[in-house]
């Protein structure tokens, strides 16, 4: 990165000259890697696996291993077709020298049995759900969990209701097979991981009874919005009496007290400013070979070709989280991603049926740190009175303290049948008091009303650097779940 790049330039007595801040790429680089000439490489799901190597699964139904992803040079990659034949394949999993894979209509176990590169064995491992062909039954799976299940989120068919089995719910896989119903009130899944402590989470796209994308906290036993699948409590028995429905054209905020089994989201992502269509999650676990952000999640869009990193912390019980901008640029449109131990992101997808920012009709890419620490809020967490922010670097004591450096807003989504939600319930904060404290590193705001169950949309223009940089993303939203007791 040059000079210029980092600092602000004065020229007294000749006027001011300033040099361009920085932006994402002078901190975290996106490697672009040529795709195989034989295929549409519309990767959808990537798995690690030993030796350096990626598993990639396409929506196409075909499996690819990937050799040289890792190195510096991109030209090195080189691919070998692992299987084809399958159905959209939206999880990979690697265990004890097979690949499980997920897809539509079955989780499979895959192995090379001979040594040829090629799969030879193709074993149904789960196949206990339904689907009917509908163009929106999308089976997302996870990697193993402590328990060594995998954790699969269904679909519903056409996004509105469920005529299919356990389309719309959480299932897990046990290693025996078994078909364990998990959570209701799924809708249109874009992904599934695990947070830093194993916690499951997946993102719902906007529609029917979501205003917004939204990160889900995946409880056993829970419901998660959508009662569009109610209908398979019938099958499940181990889940209990179906919650009763939620009231229409309501507030996530108000339905919680009457639907005791109804989960909030983690976040709201928010539509159009963070994207529109989320997609995978990763935690960060490279300990700090990623940057500054260690175990916290990064959300692929898919429509907006970027990433964007999400805060978590537990209030008062529940689990509710900061969404900030991270990393925008992507060729296609993100569906697949995995984080290997060196702290490298592999991202892939395409723009079919939907079209995406980026571009191109599909990629495969690697975001990585480059070992420079941009100016972040590192955390944002909620306090009785207000939030406090964490920085990456020592913040300019005068401009961070001054309350003109800031402005907050707040709103929510109606919770409805409808598709979607515009922005309602608007509130303008006041931002009464900046104190800086940690050293610099940090800022307590003191904000008048904070309103629960809505999104707080925070604003730093005014914030500098002890360096006189402006912070790289100056916008955060969190969604405010529940307010500190103390």
């Known amino acids: 990165m040059k000079l210029n790049r980092i600092l602000f330039l004065t020229l007294l007595g000749a006027g001011s000259l300033r040099a361009a801040p920085p932006t994402e790429g002078d901190y975290y680089p996106i490697v672009t890697f040529p795709t195989p000439k034989?295929?549409?490489?519309?990767?959808?799901?990537?798995?690690?696996?030993?030796?350096?190597k990626l598993a990639l699964g396409t929506r196409r139904g075909e499996v690819?291993?990937?050799?040289?992803?890792?190195?510096a040079d991109p030209t090195k990659v080189s691919y070998q077709l692992f299987?084809?034949?399958?159905?959209?394949?939206?999880?990979?999993?690697?265990?004890?020298?097979?690949?499980?894979?997920?897809?539509?209509?079955?989780?499979?176990?895959?192995?090379?049995?001979?040594?040829?590169?090629?799969?030879?064995?193709?074993?149904?491992?789960?196949?206990?759900?339904g689907v009917s062909g509908d163009y929106h039954e999308y089976c997302f799976g996870s990697r193993f969990d402590k328990a060594g299940d995998l954790w699969l989120v269904l679909c519903l068919t056409g996004s509105f209701s469920s005529k299919?089995?356990?389309?719309?719910?959480a299932v897990r896989v046990k290693p025996d097979g078994t078909m364990v119903p998990t959570c209701s009130g799924i809708r249109s899944p874009g992904g599934i991981g695990f947070g830093a402590e194993g916690e499951v989470y997946y993102t719902d796209n906007q529609g029917p009874w979501h205003g917004a994308c939204t990160l889900q906290?995946?409880?056993?036993?829970?419901?998660q919005g959508h009662p569009g699948g109610f209908a398979w409590y019938d099958k499940a028995p181990n889940m209990g009496p179906r919650p009763v429905e939620p009231n229409d054209k309501s507030r996530m905020v108000v339905e919680r007290e009457r639907v005791k089994e109804l989960v909030p989201p983690v976040a709201y992502m928010v539509h159009g400013k963070v994207g529109n269509s989320s997609s995978f999650i990763v935690c960060d676990m490279s300990g700090g070979k990623f940057g500054p952000f260690q175990k916290q999640l990064f959300i692929a869009d898919q429509s907006h070709s970027n990433i964007s990193r999400v805060f978590v912390e537990e209030v008062n019980g529940i689990q509710q989280g900061v969404v900030f901008p991270f990393r925008k640029g992507f060729k296609s449109g993100l569906i697949g991603g995995r984080m290997n131990e060196k702290g490298q992101i592999f991202a892939g997808g395409s723009d079919r049926g939907w079209g995406a920012k980026g571009g191109q009709p599909y990629s495969f890419e690697r975001l990585e740190w480059n070992g420079k620490v941009p100016f972040e809020v590192q955390e944002m967490r909620a306090r009785p009175d207000g939030f406090e922010l964490f920085f990456t670097e020592p913040v300019d004591a005068n401009?961070?303290?001054?309350?003109?450096?800031?402005?907050?807003?707040?709103?929510?989504?109606?919770?409805?049948?409808?598709?979607g939600s515009p922005e309602v319930d608007d509130v303008e904060a006041k931002i009464t008091a900046a104190k800086v404290g940690n050293g610099g590193r940090s800022v307590r705001l003191t904000v008048a009303p904070l309103t629960k169950g809505h999104i707080h949309e925070l604003h730093m223009a005014g914030v500098r650097s002890g360096m006189g940089l402006p912070l790289l993303h100056d916008v955060a939203y969190y969604t405010l779940n529940e307010i500190p007791r103390k």
């Not at 690819?64 to 190195?71: P, Q």
């Not at 997920?102 to 759900?129: A, P």
């Not at 299919?164 to 719910?169: A, I, L, S, V």
């Not at 906290?217 to 419901?223: A, E, V």
């Open 217 to 223: 906290h995946l409880i056993p036993g829970t419901f």
């Open 64 to 71: 690819w291993t990937v050799s040289g992803a890792t190195e």
């Open 83 to 129: 299987a084809a034949g399958q159905h959209e394949l939206m999880g990979l999993a690697w265990k004890d020298g097979s690949l499980f894979a997920t897809n539509r209509y079955e989780v499979v176990r895959m192995k090379d049995e001979d040594g040829d590169g090629r799969s030879d064995l193709f074993q149904t491992v789960c196949d206990k759900w």
């Open 38 to 52: 034989e295929t549409a490489l519309e990767v959808s799901s990537i798995e690690l696996l030993p030796g350096d």
């Open 399 to 419: 401009a961070a303290g001054d309350v003109a450096s800031y402005s907050m807003r707040e709103f929510t989504y109606i919770y409805q049948a409808a598709y």
């Open 164 to 169: 299919t089995d356990f389309r719309g719910w």
